[in-house]
């Protein structure tokens, strides 16, 4: 089975640097996603790495490190609109992801 | 459409009854997924169908709960004689590639 870990809850101000971290343990693993979900909204992805190392959207990134089974999601310049959960979640082929439970993030003036 | 739709957005049902629940994904995604959000957690993988291939049904609680999807495109969830445990947002994803899908806004499901 599938197994993740990230911290329930993060807490930054506007403009800082937060990173939000993922532990995972799975069998075939192909990559790791991360999306976001506002309040009463949908997720929406943010990122997808298959290789080790950081990929660059904007102001968010997003790194893996398959030796250590660790990922993590790194958002810079922290905005208001930022406050939402996100999730990893872990591809084990082509099937369904499996989610974390998520990490809400608060972003404070 | 320019992305996934579902229906209907809101269902409040009784208990015991049957309830049918609307996927319609992006257009030419193979890969179609059903999962549900209770409130504050995370999302569950219930069934995943991918182009013709039979669905991964691993996910599914119960045999109540069975889905379809017709041509490859539209697909259905029922859950039949719902349990008030059943009350949950219940999503359909669609995907073209490996670790990004795109999440429809999901139907509120009451039991009572």
């Known amino acids: 089975g599938q197994s993740l870990e990230q911290p329930s809850e993060v807490t930054a101000v506007e403009g800082a640097i937060v990173q939000i971290n993922c532990t995972y343990q799975t069998s075939g693993f192909y990559g790791l996603s991360w999306y976001q979900q506002h309040d009463g909204g949908a997720p929406t992805f943010l990122s997808y790495?298959?290789?080790?190392g950081l990929e660059e959207t904007g102001r968010f990134s997003s790194f893996l490190s398959r030796s250590d089974s660790y990922g993590y999601l790194l958002l810079q310049e922290l905005q208001m609109k930022d406050s939402a959960s996100y999730f990893c979640?872990?591809?084990?082929?082509?099937?369904?992801?499996?989610f974390g439970s998520g990490t809400r993030l608060q972003v404070q003036p | 459409g320019a992305g996934v739709s579902q229906s209907p957005s809101n269902k409040v049902t009784e208990k015991g009854k049957d309830v049918e629940l609307r996927c319609d994904p992006i257009s030419g995604h193979t890969a179609l997924y059903w999962y549900r959000q209770s409130l504050g957690q995370g999302l569950e993988f219930l069934i995943y169908?991918?182009?013709?291939?039979?669905?991964?049904k691993s996910g599914l609680p119960s045999d109540r709960f069975s889905a379809e999807r017709t041509g490859g495109s539209v697909s259905t969830l029922t859950i039949q004689r719902t349990q008030q445990e059943d009350s949950a947002v219940y999503l359909c994803?669609?995907?073209?590639?490996?670790?990004?899908?795109?999440f429809g806004p999901g139907t509120r499901l009451t039991v009572l």
């Open positions: 994803a669609s995907s073209l590639r490996e670790g990004e899908q795109f």
């Open positions: 169908f991918q182009g013709n291939s039979a669905p991964d």
């Open positions: 790495n298959a290789l080790d």
């Open positions: 979640a872990v591809a084990t082929g082509r099937r369904a992801l499996t």
